[in-house]
């Protein structure tokens, strides 16, 4: 049992590579939601088409099998051979990305069509429109969901163990495998899991609360 | 690397064949999930406090964490504990119960929507608790919450190569097993994205069907 103490270190070294690899995830999923989400109502039919091709794509594959065709099939190809972490990062951001465009949709057609209207009537350009009207009142719409797609890739990025990214999941079965017991890494990373999925609903609601300010009423 | 037609006709056999424990494994667990799920939602509702709040803690515990890592727990923690499962058991139990916390929200959202007076009238006209549930209110709730449920059961149809990881032979392992021992890692791979991609592009046109003929109600 002396030891416990480097296994646990062990563990944690795992864990930030878990919050790293959310992190960057998350960011990753942030920047291609908006980009795919904007393309599906973009009014060139081109756009629309590779936007909801990449959606259903990644919607209608599992993030497993994604992870292991870039890590694997995609050096195969000659293009690029990416380090786990890569593969790891772009495989989440990609995958939850394509549920979050679909949110970022929903919520832009969720504005009412007369503060398109009323954008016209100011002579708003279309950027200033999107920024300034559109956005800001879409953004509360997209939060909540934006917190549950963070804790579904916080929970995804497990499967990166699989193909030998050191996280969390991995040095768990490091330290069963190294000392034979099962109960005590297994039953720490649950409990550090499910703290930080609490921490990230925790941050979520915080700053709802902060963008839904002034907003009572107009909704 | 170039694509071979000869190399994945020949594989084709074993990816089938994993592709039927892939099949059994999803709908064991949805059998599992929907169950669990219900008994869930139920004892949330109890009148009882602790018994609600602790039904309200598991569910968030098991939603906050990986589905890999308790399936990793029921296979390798609890035969410490005794408890011997085959590993498709094992699996089985994972996914239902992991799902099981998402039904039981489903269940949830489908009861608080059957009104008031339905449970009064009950009451009225003197229903046990019993009788009230099954002659009254599922009836009412269950049609609604059948396009969110549909969902859910595609959404574990795409985690089932998960249990790759805890040894059972499924299509992702099968796949696994093939490149590992060709060496070729374009084929399998690929075939198994475009596998999981038809079998969710005919999932998402039965889902729009069902969500017509059930209304969206139910969320």
Known sequence: MGDWSGYLTLILQGAWVTVKLTLMGSALALVVAFIAGLGRISGHAALRWLATGYIEFFRGTSIFVQL?????????????????MQAGVLALGLNVGAYGAEVVRGAILAVPRDQYEACTAVNLTRFQRMRHIILPQALPLMLPTFGNNAIELLKATSVV??????????????VRSQTGNTLLPFVTILLLYFAMSSVISFAIRRYERRVTRGLDGVR | MEWDWEFAASI????????RITLIATALGAVVAAVLGLVFAILRRSRNRILSRGTGFVVEFIRGTPLLVQLYFIFYVLPDLGIRLPALTAGVIGMGLHYATYASEV??????????GQWEAAKATNLNARQTWIHIILPQAVPPMIPAMANYLLAMFKETPLLSAITVLELMNQARSVANSSYRYVEPMTLVGVMFLIVSVISVVGLRWLERRYGGVGK
Request: without cysteine; proline residues 8%.
């Open chain 1, 68 to 84: 292991f065709w870039i890590y694997f099939v995609l050096p195969m190809t000659g293009l690029w051979a990416p380090t786990p």
């Open chain 1, 161 to 174: 163990s699989l193909i030998s990214l050191a996280d969390m999941t991995f040095q768990a079965q490091v």
């Open chain 2, 12 to 19: 084709m056999p074993q990816l089938l064949a994993g592709f």
């Open chain 2, 107 to 116: 269940y949830r959202g489908g009861i608080e929507a059957v009104s008031r």
